[in-house]
């Protein structure tokens, strides 16, 4: 019984490399480009189903649709502008892991070095502050201070 | 004076902000996906009526009066909690066509017979195409689609008595 299982594991294991192959070589293409370019975008492409999957990786239904697809695309020779623009038609800049420098990318590009350029900023300007602060006593005050001091010594 | 009330509201303002995003970000539902298709026509397509294969339907039946397009499957348990109230809502007079979504014929032929057929027209989508046309990813989803054949709002997830009175019915009774 448990060589069974242990035989039944090992071809399991063995047929690993297989599978994971599989979503490919179901599919022919003219020529090797053309083999590249499907690698390249299912890679590229996300699951709207599965959120951070791409659709070379998920099984769901919908990335088996959209795998095939793009397969069908590719095949009858759409370059991949042509892919990306079709899925992102339909499910918008979502569908791509390299989305385009829309104004709310740039922005989580810029912020957090504005952040930090602030910060700077103002450190910067407090610690100048305190070093130009004038001293609190003039001359004279500083020279009445002394003597009540002394004052008061004597007085003890 | 006011320059020191300025460096005193900055960082006030830039954190109340910050929280408004952030407690935003906490309630809001990442699998819900905003439609790219908003604001634009129902996709051209031709599709076979359920239970006919010879009767072809195509963005036509869109045009003329606000309806709700439903996305739905036998394969959907969602979609079976939802069609009770698809039944209700469309005794109540609210105009719905049904989009049989990668499913099998005879089994959606089946559940409508069993459960009741809320929908004006029932299109067979056999093999997701106007579904993918749409940008579904999902069943049960249902668009909201104007007088002029417009799509103007995706729900996606199941229509219920709760979120109809909610958010809904406003946004159907707002289509023109």
Not at chain 2, 110 to 117: A, D, I, V
Request: include cysteine; hydrophobic fraction near 40%; glycine fraction near 6%.
């Amino acid at each position: 019984m448990m060589k069974t299982f242990q035989r039944f594991l090992a071809v399991l294991l063995l047929s690993l490399p297989i599978m994971a192959n599989a979503a490919i070589s179901a599919h022919e293409f003219d020529n090797p480009e053309q083999e590249e370019l499907f690698r390249e975008l299912t890679r590229e492409l996300r699951c709207p189903k599965c959120q951070n999957n791409n659709i070379s990786d998920s099984n769901a239904g919908l990335a088996q649709d959209l795998r095939e697809k793009t397969y069908q695309m590719v095949k009858s020779g759409s370059d991949k502008q042509e892919v990306l623009d079709y899925m992102v038609a339909r499910y918008g800049n979502f569908v791509r892991y390299d989305p385009p420098l829309t104004p709310a990318v740039l922005t989580l590009w810029i912020a957090p070095v504005l952040i930090i350029l602030i910060g700077g900023f103002t450190v910067w300007r407090l610690a100048r502050r305190r070093k130009d602060a004038k001293p609190a006593l003039d001359v004279a005050e500083q020279e009445r201070l002394e003597q009540l001091i002394k004052q008061t010594e004597q007085e003890k | 004076m006011n320059k020191r009330i300025f460096y005193f509201l900055l960082p006030l303002i830039a954190f109340l902000f910050m929280a408004v995003f952030l407690y935003r970000g906490l309630y809001s539902d990442a699998t819900e996906l905003e439609s790219v298709l908003i604001g634009k026509p129902v996709p051209q397509f031709t599709l076979q009526d359920i239970y006919q294969q010879d009767k072809q339907h195509d963005a036509a039946i869109f045009k003329g009066e606000p309806l709700l397009l439903n996305v739905w499957a036998t394969w959907c348990p969602t979609c079976r909690a939802e069609h009770t109230f698809l039944n209700s809502l469309a005794e109540q007079g609210v105009k719905i066509v049904g989009l049989n979504y990668k499913d099998d014929r005879v089994k959606a032929i089946k559940w409508l017979e069993q459960l009741g057929n809320p929908y004006q027209v029932n299109l067979y989508d056999g093999k997701g195409l106007l579904a993918l046309d749409l940008g579904v990813y999902g069943a049960p989803e249902t668009y909201f689609i104007d007088s002029q054949g417009v799509i103007r709002y995706r729900h996606v997830g199941d229509v219920n008595a709760r979120n109809w009175q909610a958010e809904l019915a406003p946004i159907f009774a707002g289509l023109d």
